[in-house]
């Protein structure tokens, strides 16, 4: 009698991001944890030499090669609002097929498993409202891709998914003939928008309960970093893959040094050899 074959567990997918300047512990924690999860990483950058000069483990690549001159990408990018502009680096290279995105402040427990031929959507719920685009997948010519990047790229831009009084104020600027909005940081492009079209289109169910990825708001981040690392071990579970970090609101309170050796940002630091 011949015994069953083996079945080998799916490869897993390259996790791909962007960063732009100095990297700090949390940016390498990040990294490390995604190459010990048993991801290729894959880090897009303006300035290829400098980010490879900061020796983080993956591949650098120029972001050129995904995004291209863009009016409303550039636009951002011009005024130093790289929050933003990163929401179009990440379209941009799920479009291409690249691979899973995550911000590079996430810390991974353990590796982030689709479905082979890449037809599943990777996305989770931050709060029963939104569905948060730290962490995101979709196929690269899915009608979420599609709509999503049609819309944010579009001149002069619409914003349906924005709140009531913005959707106003946007339809105003393009009856006076403003092509491009006076304030874009008001449009909502990022978690709000991909709500919208995640909704619209039906693929809800595809999110991740809120412990995948978030299992702390941002406003409990600092528990990452405190010494008794007890309050924040305590929301995180066995499903968690990955723990959103919060970098912005860590670096907002003050908690920017690398973290106590003994807090749970600290011991998964040790635990990576960092």
């Given at each position: 009698?011949?015994?069953?074959a083996h079945r080998s567990a799916p490869p897993m997918q ?146 349906p998914w924005a709140t009531g009084h913005i959707r106003v ?102 635990e990576l050899g960092l």
């Amino acid at each position: 009698m011949n015994s069953p074959a083996h079945r080998s567990a799916p490869p897993m997918q390259t996790i791909v991001t962007y960063w732009e300047g100095e990297v700090s512990w949390l940016e390498r924690l990040s990294a490390a944890s995604i190459v010990a999860a048993g991801h290729d990483l894959q880090i897009y950058s303006h300035d290829v030499a400098a980010l490879r000069g900061q020796g983080l483990p993956g591949t650098v690549i120029d972001v050129r090669e995904v995004l291209g001159p863009n009016p409303m990408a550039d636009l951002y990018r011009r005024r130093k609002s790289y929050a933003f502009y990163t929401d179009y680096v990440r379209l941009g290279l799920l479009r291409e097929g690249r691979g899973i995105w995550s911000d590079l402040d996430f810390v991974f427990r353990q590796p982030l498993r689709v479905t082979p031929g890449g037809t599943d959507y990777v996305f989770g719920w931050l709060n029963p409202n939104r569905i948060n685009n730290a962490i995101l997948y979709a196929p690269a010519h899915s009608d979420l891709v599609s709509h999503y990047w049609d819309a944010i790229t579009a001149v002069p831009i619409r914003v349906p998914w924005a709140t009531g009084h913005i959707r106003v104020k946007r339809g105003l600027e393009i009856l006076l003939g403003r092509r491009f909005p006076i304030h874009p940081e008001r449009l909502a492009i990022g978690p709000r928008a991909l709500t919208h079209f995640v909704r619209r289109l039906g693929l809800a169910h595809h999110a991740r309960a809120k412990p995948v990825f978030y299992p702390l708001d941002d406003d409990d981040a600092y528990r990452l970093t405190e010494p008794d690392d007890g309050a924040a071990r305590a929301l995180i579970g066995p499903e968690t893959v990955a723990v959103h970090a919060w970098r912005g609101k860590l670096w907002s309170i003050g908690r920017n040094a690398p973290p106590d050796r003994s807090s749970w940002l600290g011991r998964r630091s040790r635990e990576l050899g960092l």
